[in-house]
């Protein structure tokens, strides 16, 4: 069984930065996707960004430019380093694990994957 555990979250003003990390156990699997997700409380999922299995990133338009993406195979973990923070990244972050390579490639969208975590919570002031 796969556990992610995320650390990380905090509260932020607005333009400020967070790291986000995420250990993960139980992965014996050869091929797999990591990314993040987050989500608000009555609204839908959204992808922010993920690493497939041959190292390819994909952002969220939303967090291009502003959010960087990063694995470290050996101890396990994911990353998610957020610089100039806006109100609307308020979220609750998760990350995530997917085994299927069609839905790796869908994951920017529908933030749909075989397991994640408990999620840290982002809270951006203005």
């Known amino acids: 069984q796969v556990h992610l555990a995320e650390s990380g979250g905090g509260s932020v003003q607005a333009g400020g930065s967070l790291k986000l990390s995420c250990v993960a156990s139980?992965?014996?699997?050869?091929?797999?996707?990591m990314g993040w997700f987050r989500q608000v409380p009555g609204k839908d999922r959204e992808g922010v960004a993920l690493i497939d299995s041959d190292g390819t990133i994909t952002y969220a338009d939303s967090v291009k430019g502003r959010f960087t993406i990063s694995k470290d195979n050996a101890k396990n973990s994911l990353y998610l380093e957020m610089n100039t923070l806006k109100p609307e990244d308020t979220a609750m972050y998760y990350c995530?694990?997917?085994?299927?390579?069609?839905?790796?490639?869908?994951?920017?969208?529908?933030?749909?994957?075989?397991?994640y975590g408990q999620g840290t919570q982002v809270t951006v002031s203005s």
């Open positions: 139980g992965l014996t699997y050869r091929d797999y996707c």
């Open positions: 995530a694990v997917e085994l299927d390579a069609l839905t790796c490639r869908a994951f920017i969208f529908s933030a749909t994957a075989n397991w």
